[in-house]
Structures are given as structure tokens and as C-alpha cells.
């Protein structure tokens, strides 16, 4: 039975780590099995190494979607129960994905996991929401993402440290466990914040007007395509990552470290972000950053055509790549939701869809054309650099800071 609203189980300290943990939930998910893929693709009889990248890919495909509905499924049925429903799935496609005799039935059990993340996702931020307001609860954001980027950071030398004690399966068997444990601390300690008076019919409408809202709106649909090509060059980044480093350069034991470095780059620019959009704005500091984007991987391109790309040199340009999306993704997305004020629920599910799938295929495409060097990666993120500058300017959307 859950408590009074007046009264609160979990304590400011409990919530803060509870949200981060739903968060990184999903960056576990996809991050972990980077070490594992070789040995997956060689147990399960897959042919093209280049097809092991949509293990990765299966995952988002269930994961951006489902973003639509939960946030309808927690107005109708609670954020307890919503949560616990979508983690359930998360951990029981887990456990089928551990235990999966096929590359196809594996592929499926990630689609449903992805499903099933989705929650953890949309109720983490609508339990912000419901419980804090303006300062107190960009504070909880804030401290929450301190915490969520350490994942990334960590989970391929996570994925690794399981490789050297068991096989690969354990990878997805870990995930479903971490589901679980989630699962019991949502159980025993959460508190449902949606007040009975405040329940909405669960109605299809309310999620086709999200998407009408986000594609009517021309600011709105410009900055979400241009945040899904951006975020594609990152996806395209996952996905070859482990190809990249082992295959190419011949780094099997240093691959995590030197994938933690390269993720610690985006980690500082998300923390050095707050501060800079209050001192140069967001549509000019997101808008620069985008040029400068384009610029480095323009040159690592180059680099990398002519046979001047070592691994240090790799390193260091795709650190600096990811730091500068650090200035670009969240930002975007800031601008885009910027019309939907109003009515920010419905639209920013349909926005963080849009993203996820958009920015999936073109991963998926980049990352099919791995060709054993760099090049396709590099200038891959380029090219999708220039097209949401051109969907910007296109669209009208200007450099100057006007919001």
C-alpha cells in the first residue's frame, strides 16, 4: 500500500541515486556487450562481423518507440506500476537473451529489452517532475546525471571483467539481474506520485497528437532531425567501436580503457554545458559547436583517407568529436521543446522517438560499412554533421541566440 503524498519513502539522497540508476540502465544495456561481440558472433554462427553491430541496433529499435508510450501507460496506471511492468520485460528479455540458441531469437529478446528499458527512461524524468520544481529540480537532474555518466564510462571494462571470469552470455545475464534488483527497490521503496484525481484514459490520441505537435511545429522538427543525424554519428561510433579498436588497430585488453577515455570527453562537456549556455546561450553555443563538430571530423577524415590516422591520433580526434556533441545533443533538444512549453509531455516523447530511430539507421548504415580502416566511421560523422547543418539552414534556423 503506498504511503500518504504527504510523506515520502525514499529520502532526497535515495531519490537522487533511485533516478540514476533507471537512467543508466539503458547505457548498461548497450555499452556492456562491446567487449563480448567477437565471441557472441563466433557461438551464434554469424558470418559478416559487421552484423554483430545490430545487437546494439535491436536494442534501440525497441527502445525508441516505446518511448511513446509510457508516458500515456503512467498517467493511466501509476509510475510504480508502469516502471515495474517495463522492468520486468527489461529483465526477463534478459534472461531469453542470455539464454538465446539463435542470432535472430537473440536479436528479437533485444528488441523486447530495449521495450522494455523505455520505461526506466520516462518515468525516471516524470518522478522528477512530479516530485520537485524549478530549482530543486534541475538540482536533482543535475546530481542524477553526475552519477548516470560514470556508466558509459565504466560498463565496457564491466563487460570485460565478466569475459575473463565466464563466457559472453553472463553479459546479458547481468543485465537481467541489475533489471531485477531494480525491480525489488521500486517494489519496496518507491512512492507512486501520480495522485488517483490526476489518472488519464489511456487514449491513442494523446500519442499521435504528440507526434502531430513535434512534426508541425518547423522549429521544433528541425531541431529534432538534426539532433537524430548529430546523435547517428555517436550511434555509428557505438556500434563500430569494438571493430574499430580491436579489428583495426589490433587493441583487444586496452579497448574499454581507451573507450572509457574517449567516453570521459563527452562526460566533461555535458558538466562544462551548464555553465557555458548561461554565458553564450543555447542556439549560439550549440550552433558553434555543431561547426566545430563538422570541422574535427572533417580533418580526422582527411587523416584518415590519406593513411594518417595512428591510434593516438584516433583517440584524441574521437575524444575531441564526442566532446564537442557533448555542446550539441542536449542542446538541440532543449531548443526543440522549446515551442512545447505548453504542452511538454506528449511532444517530448515523440521528439526522443524521432531521435532514437533516426539516429539507430544511420548507425546501422555507417556501421555496415566498416570496410577494416576508419574512414567510413570518420567521415560518416562528417557527412551527418553537414546534413543537420543543412536541415537548420534550410529550415531557417538561425545561428543567434533568440531564446
Not at 519513502?9 to 544495456?29: D, T, Y
Not at 550539441?328 to 532543449?334: I, K, L, Y
Not at 509531455?345 to 548507425?363: E, Y
Amino acid at each position: 500500500m503506498s504511503r500518504p503524498y504527504t510523506e515520502q519513502m525514499m529520502g532526497f539522497r535515495e531519490f537522487v541515486v533511485f533516478v540514476a540508476a533507471c537512467m543508466s540502465l539503458n547505457a548498461l544495456a548497450i555499452d556492456i556487450m562491446l567487449p563480448a561481440l567477437p565471441e557472441l558472433g563466433h557461438a551464434l554462427g554469424v558470418s559478416d562481423p559487421n552484423d554483430r553491430q545490430s545487437v546494439i541496433i535491436a536494442y534501440m529499435y525497441g527502445f525508441g518507440p516505446s518511448q511513446l508510450l509510457y508516458g500515456p501507460l503512467s498517467d493511466r496506471f501509476g509510475r510504480k506500476a508502469t516502471l515495474i511492468g517495463g522492468l520486468l520485460a527489461f529483465s526477463i528479455a534478459g534472461a531469453l537473451t542470455a539464454f538465446a540458441p539463435t542470432f535472430r531469437l537473440l536479436l528479437l529478446a533485444r528488441v523486447i529489452q530495449g521495450f522494455g528499458a523505455g520505461s526506466s527512461r520516462v518515468i525516471a524524468v516524470t518522478l522528477v517532475r512530479d516530485r520537485y520544481r524549478g530549482a530543486e529540480m534541475a538540482r536533482v537532474m543535475s546530481l542524477s546525471m553526475m552519477v548516470f555518466m560514470v556508466i558509459p564510462i565504466v560498463a565496457p571494462a564491466i563487460g570485460q571483467g565478466i569475459l575473463l571470469v565466464a563466457d559472453w552470455r553472463w553479459t546479458f545475464g547481468v543485465l537481467a539481474m541489475a533489471g531485477v534488483g531494480t525491480v525489488i527497490w521500486s517494489w519496496r521503496r518507491m512512492d507512486e506520485s501520480l495522485r488517483p484525481e490526476n489518472r488519464r484514459d489511456l487514449s491513442p490520441d494523446r500519442i499521435a497528437a504528440g507526434f502531430a505537435q513535434t512534426v508541425r511545429n518547423r522549429m521544433t522538427f528541425a531541431y529534432t532531425l538534426a539532433t537524430g543525424f548529430v546523435f547517428g554519428g555517436l550511434m555509428s561510433f557505438i556500434t563500430s567501436a569494438q571493430q574499430v579498436f580491436q579489428d583495426t588497430f589490433g587493441v583487444e585488453r586496452e579497448f574499454p580503457l581507451l573507450f572509457a577515455l574517449i567516453a570521459l570527453a563527452m562526460s566533461a562537456a555535458s558538466f562544462l554545458n551548464a555553465r557555458w549556455v548561461r554565458r553564450f546561450g543555447v542556439v549560439r553555443l550549440s550552433h558553434a559547436a555543431l561547426w566545430v563538430l563538422i570541422g574535427v571530423s572533417g580533418l580526422h577524415g582527411t587523416f584518415a583517407v590519406l593513411g594518417w590516422s595512428p591510434l593516438p591520433v584516433f583517440v584524441a580526434l574521437e575524444a575531441l568529436t564526442l566532446f564537442v556533441f557533448g555542446f550539441v545533443g542536449a542542446n538541440f533538444n532543449s531548443i526543440a521543446m522549446e515551442p512545447m512549453g505548453h504542452i511538454a509531455g506528449r511532444p517530448s516523447s515523440a521528439i526522443g522517438a524521432i531521435t532514437t530511430i533516426l539516429s539507430a539507421t544511420l548507425g546501422l548504415v555507417i556501421g555496415q560499412l566498416y570496410d577494416g580502416t576508419t574512414v567510413p566511421l570518420i567521415v560518416g560523422t562528417c557527412v551527418l554533421g553537414i546534413v543537420a547543418r543543412v536541415v537548420l539552414w534550410v529550415t531557417g534556423q538561425k545561428s543567434r541566440d533568440e531564446i
